[in-house]
């Protein structure tokens, strides 16, 4: 294990739903990251959050709203999603985000929109 | 621009043998580089970094080689084993105004035969 964890580990919605992806971090690190992967493309980087600030938003469409109430847990809410969102979402955590340094996985939460 | 790719996208090996897995970057000024193991169901697992004051780098049956000059990586497996078989990923470390962004590969899966 990586000491990041992931809730819901699946999740199954319609486009009209609203729901949350939780992540929580054991490392005590000040960085956290949330990342989309899709079948045929790269990681993609979706947000970074450093210090509980969010320090980086990638072009993300507002149908994705993430949350960093303090340095250990994030969590990406999702609300009127389209189907080809439907990807593995995965949280990541580093050291403070702003020197060269490893970040960690969790998991991931395998999402179906449909 | 920023890309990371592998030339790669499936390589099959007899187990016991040794597998090497390539990487091109194309932002000479990343100093950082990462490669991460994904298994099936599981999120990215940190395997090797090197930086680029180095050339090569290993660690238990893993070596990895930075050739500057040609922006290329690599990561050298020794001995594979079935339990190598994942989708590898290399990914660059770019430095962006006050934070670094990792910049992932497409990656390639390695299939160990028995």
């Known amino acids: 294990e990586t000491g990041v964890t992931q809730t819901p580990r699946h999740l199954v919605m319609g486009m009209t739903n609203k729901k949350s992806l939780k992540c929580e971090q054991h490392l005590g690190h000040n960085a956290m990251y949330w990342y989309k992967q899709s079948a045929k493309k790269p990681l993609e980087l979706m947000f970074v959050?450093?210090?509980?600030?969010?320090?980086e938003n990638n072009s993300v469409p507002s149908r994705f709203s993430p949350e960093c109430p303090n340095s250990s847990h994030l969590f990406l809410h999702l609300h009127t999603l389209q189907p080809e969102d439907s990807a593995l979402y995965l949280c990541?955590?580093?050291?403070?985000?702003?020197?060269?340094?490893?970040?960690?996985f969790g998991p991931g939460t395998r999402l179906l929109v449909l | 621009g920023e890309s990371v790719g592998l030339h790669l996208p499936t390589l099959s090996v007899q187990e016991g043998d040794n597998s090497i897995i390539n990487c091109a970057y194309s932002?000479?000024?990343?100093?950082?580089f990462i490669w991460y193991k994904q298994e099936s169901g599981k999120g990215p697992q940190f395997i090797i970094d090197?930086?680029?004051?180095?050339d090569k780098r290993q660690g238990q049956r893993v070596t990895v080689l930075l050739n500057k000059t040609v922006k290329h990586l690599s990561l050298q497996i020794a001995a594979t084993q079935p339990g190598d078989s994942a989708v590898y990923f290399c990914?660059?470390?770019?430095?962006?105004?006050?934070?670094?962004?990792?910049?992932f590969g497409s990656g390639t899966r390695l299939l160990v035969r028995p």
């Open positions: 932002n000479s000024a990343s100093d950082y």
């Open positions: 959050y450093n210090f509980k600030e969010q320090t």
């Open positions: 990914a660059e470390n770019l430095a962006m105004d006050s934070s670094y962004k990792l910049i």
């Open positions: 090197i930086r680029s004051n180095m």
């Open positions: 990541a955590s580093s050291q403070d985000g702003t020197t060269q340094e490893t970040q960690y």
